[in-house]
């Protein structure tokens, strides 16, 4: 027996009031140094256009670099693709997922995170996008 989960986001100006309204989508804002994320239904989507306003009023500049880990080791992102041109993990394990969605059940296995992907589903991958 299979379970899904769904998560759903409400906007939270109407969870402010009390109501569920959901949202439809977010907007990152920082202020002192801190980010913030407000999930916003259409109808408080517009909040955006006045965010904007005052952006144009404003400057960029660059964020403060976070401090690194222990011992001076800093965590490297995934790449998008490797030097070689293979694919990145991440870009495998996204399609690989978007395929068990689409069939409603795992075809092609593959943890949420890690730096390994298994050959089969990487074969499957090259084959599908050669």
């Not at 670099?65 to 991440?90: D, I, K, M, W």
Request: with cysteine; net charge negative; hydrophobic share 35%.
């Amino acid at each position: 027996m299979g379970r899904r989960t769904y998560t759903v986001d409400y906007c939270d100006f109407d969870e402010a009031d009390g109501k569920d309204v959901e949202a439809t989508g977010s907007i990152t804002v920082g202020i002192d140094g801190k980010l913030y994320e407000i999930l916003v239904c259409d109808e408080h989507g517009a909040i955006r256009e006045t965010l904007d306003a005052i952006k144009e009023l404003g400057k960029v500049i660059e964020a403060p670099l976070a401090p690194a880990s222990r011992r001076g080791r800093s965590r490297t992102p995934t790449a998008p693709a490797t030097a070689n041109g293979e694919p990145s993990v991440a870009e495998v394990r996204a399609w690989a997922k978007a395929q068990n969605e689409a069939a409603g059940e795992i075809v092609y296995p593959v943890a949420p995170r890690g730096p390994r992907i298994k050959k089969e589903v990487m074969d499957a991958y090259k084959a599908a996008h050669a």
